[in-house]
């Protein structure tokens, strides 16, 4: 019993740890619920927008001389921006098809973006060192040291995901979304613009990526290849929160983290495989998700 | 949803297949022309180690061999094999059976290594390997046709763990990617580190592909108390784990050192010396190591993304440098004619550049030079751009390599 005891102190550092990389998952896989709810668009090039928000900051930074905190609200615009022009040019295309044709076509956006990034500045990243004020929320207990800007995220990420929650929730444009979402004839015979909404919604969807790829910009070396290596766990997230749910993504987000902030203690093998694994018992009981509804 | 033929077409237009394309071929002029195909990762995590980066060495040596003044052409093509064997193989087929090409260069990541060693010796050409870190190419693997030029896990494992213990690391902890390679370089490792006098005191193996977060595995290895950590993962999973060791002030106060064990020194310049700096590490050529070096990365000139040239790219120039004098020396229709003969001539002319300085080559196909334990230096130190490491220690070319009769090699007759 002591033994264990012990054990679950030792653990509690790589919990917490856990979670602030939930913060990741969850950011990231809310703007894939935001877009697939809204615009029925499984969009594969989540990664790839991820990653272009840490390069353009990394790009604000060291040809513009623009700092950390300027470019947490313009990289996502910039971002969001090319979303706008993605879902223009070409997803608005496909609304009326099969979800897997816009699934092909975000899969293959994602592979452009990564060539055209590697071609340009070469495979093995770039550095974007972290702001010096977030030393003052270093947290430092016994043996543990838990670096501020850590801190940060995870405040961060948590406001980010609220906000987003109410303002889909409970206000009048989260409100117009939903309702066109059920029925877009309707809606837009009550006047409301619903195309300019579905291409407002998916260029929100992707600032979402590009703000959680400036956030992990300091921690992660930004190449890019950084997305590909977060979206295949992220989907994993959505399927088991629910295709879709706002809720469902946020918090299966930060509960898969912890799930692998412990796993990474009892038996690091396994910490990404426990994430599929869940997945699938999640799909054997729920198919639906956890907070998906049937 | 139904699937038509153009739906599929456009699928299969969007994966990343950019296969060599076909060089001109002029046949009149086949048997006066040495074909180099340069294959290595052009477009993933390798690219900067080799990439077009390898294809402007190799350039460079043609152009220094002198051999087309005497009226030899010499043609290099390059691909991309995207890592992956199957790729691999069917670009070193179509380049053999279709274009006639007589060496392949480079070819970084030990699983398409070993499948181009194969297929190059059944088509007996040559295979000047300088990326990959196998070092069965020279052991259960060796071929009359591979010379294995700039490295491998042996040789890594050595400098880093041999080294290290008798500079005052005598405890271990592993971070180690769970497959085959990060197993083979931790074993490997671990038996010079005990060998040396030094003793593990744990690891932990982390999933590969998709670890992006090392904090907490760093943490466990901090806890541990021990005065290594020994990183044996490569590419991404080393530069993420050493960023995070700087972000959790790991090393700090001293007491602990990272050990990179396939650490290149443009991982180092992507990381910056504010964070890599303290991290020990083994290579072969360093661009500053010396006024050949230099004189070498002066003429081969800035490689792709204005970074300066690793040791894995220096390898290429040496190898095909080198392959060249055999060719002046036993005329390009021999050389042509067996690429096992070529590799003979090889192994009988001793070695002789401005990126690895003299040298030779063994019987099992290994090139043999000295190899360096370098440390990263503090920002301090570092007099000004791409002033990365400090000299710690050489290891002679008789010691920096597994001993001929160890690596049970067929080739070699005891």
Partial sequence: MEDLLFELQLALPQVILGVINGSFYALLSLGLAVIFGMLNVINFAHGAQFMMGAFVAWLLLSYLGIGYWPALILSPLIVGFVGVLMERLMISRLYKLDHLYGLLLTFGCALVIEGLFRNTFGSSGQRYTTPPEFRALDLELADFFLPGYRVWVLIAASAVCLGTWLVIEKTKIGSYLRAATERPQLVQAFGINVPLMMTLTYAAGVALAAFAGVLAAPIYSVHPAMGANFIITVFAVVVIGGMGSIMGAVVTGFLLGFVQGITDVFYPEASQTVVFVIMAIVLLTRPAGLFGRA | MTVNRRTLLGAVATAPVWGALPFRSARAQAANTIRIGVLNDQSGLYRDISGPGSTQAVRLAVQESGITQRGVNVEVVEADHQNRPDVGSTVVRQWIDRDGIDVVVDVPTSSVALAVNTLVREKNKVFINSGAATSDLTGAQCSPNTIHWTYDTYNLAKGTGGAMVRAGGQTWFFITADYAFGHALERDTTAFVTAAGGRVLGGVRTPFPGTTDFSSFLQQAQRSRAQV??????????????????????????????????????????????????????????????????????????????LRPSMVQAGCYSGVLHYLKAVADMGVAAAKASGAEAVNRMKAMPTSDDAFGEGSIRADGRKLHPAYLFEVKTPEESKGAWDYYKLISTIPANEAFRPLNEGGCALVRS
């Fill in chain 2, 229 to 306: 950590i020994g990183l044996a993962n490569a590419g991404g999973d080393t530069i993420n784990s050493i960023k995070q060791a700087a972000e959790f002030r790991i090393t700090r106060g001293g007491r602990t050192k990272l050990a990179g064990l396939l650490v290149f020194v443009t991982d180092i310049h992507s990381l910056g010396l504010e964070v890599a700096q303290g991290l020990v590490l083994t290579e072969t050529f360093y661009w500053d190591l010396n006024d050949r070096t230099r004189a070498f990365t002066q003429r081969v000139g800035a490689m792709p993304g204005n």
